[in-house]
């Protein structure tokens, strides 16, 4: 580690040591990550990347932290946070060039006043671009991989590429660039010429919908379970499957499934990670019971020693022992 401080100093590379992760994502949970970098141009995420790689040290990209659950061990290792200073976007006719680190609500905003029309979906997802990205992320049955034109990143051995949508892998909720070790730097979007007012009051009418359905007053990662087609076509959207199953309001520490939308867990205010999985844990059994399927989960989860996964991954080999066990403690 002391020789990755070094060249971050020697490069002015901004860096933070035991940088608490609950202020770098929505939900307001998560431990010390041991370095933590954010840089501010291509050449320092390329020097970064190799410093890290050059000595061995874990490391992994995030960006608003909009879909993840930090624990409350942190990350031992290198969190790289694509943030601001990534950020900005260039518009030319019916196509922008966009810097990974822009805030998505910001870039759709600024497609409506162009008059371009694709990313009215994007207007309420409070992540950045290249989470955006990433995730495949979107609403109203759309994704942003169906604007995308092309996407550059660098790879896992520290090389700057450009992938077609087609090699970026996008399909629901998915692309592949979800394990945290390419990131993506900037993308070009190919849109289509509307009104701006429409696109704007399509955007008005997206935000509307949103606060009136989502729970937006306490700390939440969105939607903590993803669509599966086989579920959704028998009994509906998974906050509709965990509201049948009667979990609205179920509590584990400061955890609580949203009575506004049971497809949101709320920190009510000192939840902690094992509050967050315990719950999960709980929600998963009841609902297999109840249907006989698992749902999956589309938050992600940082494992403090190896990276990111599914949260549901973490249930894969059972009930995992230290959860069951903490959360068994806290209903005691
Ligand atoms: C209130 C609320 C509402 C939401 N609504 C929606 C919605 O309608 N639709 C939707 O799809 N999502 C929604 N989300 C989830 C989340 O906002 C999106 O998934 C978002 O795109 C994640 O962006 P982020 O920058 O926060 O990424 P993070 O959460 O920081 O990271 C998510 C994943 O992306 C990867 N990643 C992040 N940045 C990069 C990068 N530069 N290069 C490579 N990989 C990267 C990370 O490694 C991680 O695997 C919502 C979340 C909240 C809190």
Redesign the pocket.
Known sequence: MRRVLHVLESMGIPFSLDEPLKNH??WRIGGPADLFVQPRSDEEVTAAVSAFRRNDVPW?????????LFDDDGFRGAILK?GRSLGGFEIREDRITVG??TW?PCLARASASAGLSGLEHTV?????V??????N???LRRSIGDSVEWVR?LDEDGVLKVFSPEECGFSY?RSC????R????EAGLRLKRSMPGEVRSEMEDVLKE?KSK?P?AYP????VFSNDPEIFSLWGAPGRVIELCGLKGLRLGDAMVSEKHANFIINLGDADSSDVIGLIGTIRSVVRDSIGRDIPC?V?YVEPKKG?VPLHEIFRSGDNPRFKKKEQEKRA
């Open positions: 994502c929505t992994l990209v995030i960006g608003r932290g909009s879909n993840l694509v990974a680190g998505a309420g997802i409070p992540g950045n290249g989470g955006l990205i990433a995730m992320g979107g609403s990143f909720r660039f979800q394990d945290g390419r990131v993506v730097v949103r989502f937006l939440n990662c969105g939607s589309e992600r990111i």
